[in-house]
């Protein structure tokens, strides 16, 4: 199951960055960097167990199957199902669909695709399907991809507001809330403005929610990101260590001391897969040790066969065969050939970056009204 939501981020610094001259900087945010990855990687680069779950994404079809499909990916241990959903759907599709699905092992999570979608239906309908089932409430992880500003010209708050007063006190493990970085992803030369914008969204959210009169602290432990990797592995695994420093110190400037660490789901960016199925498996390998070196929550690998393919069975078991590529016998585990000072210089340049174009959109006044990045 997903921890970070468990996870207490190690005291920061509150001027790390802020109000800091030019020739302060590296010392101070290579400490900053280091206070807010603390325990992220193993020592030294060591083999470790990976600090995500493996997900799989279930596609659309007739409830039963989805359902088999879903049940196949539990099997072959799969510890995170994403179901991606293109109508809206009821009660007795959510039981069709979930039948024989053990919800305390795995962990739930719905991106809804079609126009005139309803986050809230939806997660009411789940919530109405669990309790019929006599299901514990609070032993649920997941999430439902709520997305505000991303989805309706004029954002539904008073809906998310419902929810989140629900989850945080019946669902403590349930994230309503998302930012969705992948829309601000166009490459790795340009990650500190796909970063900044991504602070910058979630800033704006807790600022609305706030105005809201619901507590920042609660909504910020129902959020969570979602970010795409693609082919520079360095440049993948800097972008997510940056982002945890990066957003500490965004909920430290909303008056938030050692928060719970941000909640990332890494997904594969398939617009950098090709046909050739070799090529995409080792591309997907190495999206499997940037998101366990970034700290992911969850990680989950598009099949190997690419973008506009469906998935075959051979694409679909190289996938389920990465999370062995981190047992020790096997040298992927074996993170010692990275260049870890190479990494952190890279990372503080990431974070020197991305924050000043962040403080260049918030003093425009944040996301909703910035055209400048």
Known sequence: MPTAASSTAPPATASWIAGMEPDQYDANLASGV????????GENGSARTTSWDFGA?????ENDEVNTYAREEVASGAE?????????????????????????AVSLHCTLRYPGQDPAELFRDLVRYLRQEGMDLTSISGSVDFDPLLDWSEPPFPPLIRLLFFVSRWMPEFSVLQVNAAGFNNGVSEADTELALTMAKGAEYLRQINE???PVALANKHLQFAFTLGTSFYGDV?????????WSQVLEELGLEDAPLAQIAAHTDITIMTGDAGENKLALHLQALAADLGGADIFFPAPAEGPQREATPEGRAQ?????????PEDSLSDAAYVDHTYLDDLTIALVKSAWTRYKTIQDQGGF??????
């Open 368 to 373: 909703a009204e910035a055209s400048d990045f």
């Open 319 to 327: 996938a389920r065969a990465i999370p062995n590529a981190f047992e």
């Open 57 to 61: 994404y279930v596609g659309t079809g």
């Open 80 to 104: 995170a199902l994403l179901f991606r959903l293109y109508q809206q759907p009821g009660i007795e599709d959510i039981r069709q669909v979930l039948k024989g699905i053990d919800l305390k």
């Open 34 to 41: 280091r206070l807010a990855l603390d325990g992220l990687t």
């Open 212 to 214: 809201h009169n619901y």
């Open 238 to 246: 800097a972008k997510l260590r940056a982002f945890r420093a990066l």
